[in-house]
Nanobody, 128 residues
Framework: QMQLVESGGGSVQAGGSLTLSCIAS????????MAWFRQTPWKEREGVAA???????TYGDSVEGRFVISRDNVKNVVYLQMSTLKPEDTAMYFC??????????????????????WGQGTQVTVSS
């Protein structure tokens, strides 16, 4: 069974940093486009960052320069390093995977094709 599990969320002061992890199980994520989305009660899901099977990355305009997405294909883990956090970054963050043959396709902070698998989410709260 394909599964994604996010961790690393929590509460942090504005200007601080957090790193989220997404652990894939039941499949190898090597050939997949992997992405991070976020969602709040007052707006629909927003693409944050995505990384293709070849390591190419894309970011949403609101996080570019502050967030970094990376992957470790041996460990089957995708990371989201978040720095200079702002209260506006407060949201539930979700990991998602888009499988082959679309693993190289990226567009505007997300994988270009719909994701196959989603995680349960991890909450990030930025105060002050």
């Amino acid at each position: 069974q394909m599964q994604l599990v996010e961790s690393g969320g929590g509460s942090v002061q504005a200007g601080g940093s957090l790193t989220l992890s997404c652990i894939a199980s039941g499949f190898s994520s090597r050939g997949y486009c992997m992405a991070w989305f976020r969602q709040t009660p007052w707006k629909e899901r927003e693409g944050v960052a995505a990384i293709g099977a070849d390591g190419t990355t894309t970011y949403g305009d609101s996080v570019e320069g502050r967030f970094v997405i990376s992957r470790d294909n041996v460990k089957n883990v995708v990371y989201l390093q978040m720095s200079t956090l702002k209260p506006e970054d407060t949201a539930m963050y979700f990991c998602a995977a888009t499988g082959p043959p679309f693993g190289l396709m990226l567009r505007s902070g997300r994988c270009a094709r719909p994701s196959d698998t989603w995680g349960q989410g991890t909450q990030v709260t930025v105060s002050s």
